[in-house]
């Protein structure tokens, strides 16, 4: 069983950055294939990036993309979420979320384990 754990989220500024890491214990972490998904009130959980079980592969939601970066450390057993040139609609509930590889990342029913969420607020 695999539990993770979110940090690094915060209130921050339009046009600012944030790094947001989920520690992995209990398993077999780089067995996993990672993603983060957000929820902002009101609306259902989106995927936001993915990273393969080796992190040679990374996808992103168009909304995201060219300003957010997925990376994982297996030695470490964290993935991280490198979050820059923030905007007010990047103000969620952000979740780190594992699953087996070979299934869509998209899908969040794909996702054995999840973490508690991590709140982001960005200002205008």
């Known amino acids: 069983q695999v539990q993770l754990e979110e940090s690094g989220g915060g209130l921050v500024q339009a046009g600012g950055s944030l790094r947001l890491s989920c520690a992995a214990s209990g398993g077999t972490f780089s067995r996993y294939s990672m993603g983060w998904f957000r929820q902002a009130p009101g609306k259902e959980r989106e995927f936001v990036a993915g990273?393969?079980?080796?992190?040679?592969?990374?996808i992103y939601a168009d909304s995201v993309k060219g300003r957010f970066t997925i990376s994982r450390d297996n030695a470490k057993n964290t993935v991280s979420l490198q979050m820059n040139s923030l905007k007010p609609e990047d103000t969620a509930v952000y979740y780190c979320g594992g699953k087996v590889p070979g299934s869509s990342p998209y899908v969040i029913s794909n996702y054995d384990y999840w973490g508690q969420g991590t709140q982001v607020t960005v200002s205008s």
């Open positions: 990273i393969s079980w080796s992190g040679g592969s990374t």
